[in-house]
Nanobody, 118 residues
Framework: VQLQASGGGLVQPGGSLRLSCVAS????????MEWYRQAPGKMRELVAG???????NYADSAKGRFTISRDNAKNTIYLQMNSLKVEDTAVYYC?????????????WGQGTQVTVSS
């Protein structure tokens, strides 16, 4: 099982990016899926999460600007980021709780760099 994140890049303040994260491999079921980010010199922090049923939660810094969504048929989550700020610059990681066989395990993607700069 692996998570593959993509969609990062360089964008100007006020711009938008859409991140994607696909879970692949021997997957029986996927439960919660989340986006985290880690800026240089800072702790990794939760940005947004979504349950299998579509319930969402957001960090205060993301509310009103970011939208998390998922496609259960594709084991994929997305993070639409609008009105980006310089302080959103970080490596963004996806996380998922995945049932592989009879066991549930935590998986992390490799990270995708988001840089907001003029």
């Amino acid at each position: 099982v692996q998570l593959q994140a993509s969609g990062g890049g360089l964008v100007q303040p006020g711009g938008s990016l859409r991140l994607s994260c696909v879970a692949s491999g021997s997957i029986v079921s996927v439960s919660a899926m989340e986006w985290y980010r880690q800026a240089p010199g800072k702790m990794r922090e939760l940005v947004a999460g979504i349950t299998f049923g579509g319930s969402t939660n957001y960090a205060d810094s993301a509310k009103g600007r970011f939208t998390i969504s998922r496609d259960n048929a594709k084991n994929t989550i997305y993070l639409q980021m609008n009105s980006l700020k310089v302080e959103d610059t970080a490596v963004y990681y996806c996380y998922a709780e995945i049932q592989n066989g009879i066991m549930w395990n935590d998986y992390w993607g490799q990270g995708t760099q988001v840089t907001v700069s003029s």
